[in-house]
DNA sequence: GGCTATTTGTCCGTATGTATA
DNA sequence: ATATACATACGGACAAATAGC
């Protein structure tokens, strides 16, 4: 499903919020907000930004981990991960 | 058949309660008491609201997911169907 | 050596809602 | 009407590692 990446969540809809977070983000990293191998916002300021628990921040960011989209390193932060689609010509 | 979005469950006539039931809520989301991707009461709520049996008040809602009226999302709630009739022109 | 701040990792409890028996 | 199971969401708390002063 496609988001925009400047939406708010929506708490009423059918839609969980762990789910429109990880569209938004999706969204984010397409539109370049955060280059690869840069940190994208820490999960605290997710859950000021969006109004959402640590919890579903953390899940969120869980789906695009397992997308491949992002990586965590432990006491770090979570990271775009480096495109592998694009040929590594130069 | 049509029904008034106030009205009582009959336990003595000859409609039976889910049916009464399936014909109050459309009448209730007719008078939009519930906006489009916004969840109707809970199968909770509407147990205590009509004094109906659980099973009874998820009879009524089939019928309505059957009519395409509203559709159920699991762990998460029953909700009115977008309207499909209005052309998607943009 | 401290202290403080930040970040992820983990666990607890509570609440709501559907699904099933 | 009760009970259990499952998924989701929120809030809090603590741990561990890192970094800076």
């Known amino acids: ?3 925009q990446p400047d939406a708010e969540i929506d708490h009423e809809g059918p839609v969980t919020p762990y789910q429109q977070l990880a ?3 999706r969204a984010r990293i397409a539109r370049g907000d955060w280059q690869p191998n840069r940190a994208i ?3 605290t300021q997710l859950v000021q930004q969006y109004g ?3 919890t579903t921040v953390r899940r ?3 789906v695009l981990v397992e997308e491949g989209l992002v ?3 432990p006491q770090r932060g979570t990271y775009v991960a480096p ?3 694009a040929p590594e010509g130069e």
Do not use: D, H, K, P
Request: cysteine-free; charged content about 15%; overall charge negative.
């Open 1 to 3: 499903m496609n988001f």
């Open 83 to 85: 495109q592998l689609e």
């Open 60 to 62: 969120a960011i869980a």
């Open 23 to 25: 569209g938004i983000l």
């Open 52 to 54: 959402l628990a640590r």
């Open 71 to 73: 990586f965590t390193v």
């Open 41 to 43: 916002s820490s999960e």
